[in-house]
């Protein structure tokens, strides 16, 4: 079975930052694309950011040119750096990972880290 673990996330000041980190593990033959979501109380969770296992990169509107999304395949881990962080941003972030675990590819989640961004 394949599990998706996240760390990093806390409470953060205005203007601060953080860096969240997702590492997947457990019977793994290749990971494509990996990326992180988010959910606000109240709204529907929404995607950040992906990046595909070549190492190309998407980001939502709101959040382009202050949060970064990277990875790194040997360790199957991928890293969101936020930078500037806002009240808005305040939400739970899922990891998500199209992970091939044998024959087929299968999208997996983490369990979920809040980001809670106040003064």
């Known amino acids: 079975q394949v599990q998706l673990v996240e760390s990093g996330g806390g409470l953060v000041p205005p203007g601060g930052s953080l860096t969240l980190s997702c590492a997947a593990s457990?019977?793994?033959?290749?990971?494509?694309?990996m990326g992180w979501y988010r959910q606000a109380p109240g709204k529907q969770r929404e995607l950040v950011a992906y990046i595909s296992s070549s190492g190309g990169t998407s980001y939502a509107d709101s959040v382009k040119g202050r949060f970064t999304i990277a990875r790194d395949n040997a360790k199957n881990t991928v890293y969101l750096q936020m930078n500037s962080l806002k009240p808005e941003d305040t939400a739970v972030y899922y990891c998500?990972?199209?992970?091939?675990?044998?024959?087929?590819?299968?999208?997996?989640w983490g369990q979920g880290t809040q980001v809670t961004v106040s003064s």
């Open positions: 457990g019977r793994i033959f290749s990971v494509n694309v």
């Open positions: 998500n990972g199209l992970i091939q675990d044998g024959q087929i590819t299968t999208p997996y």
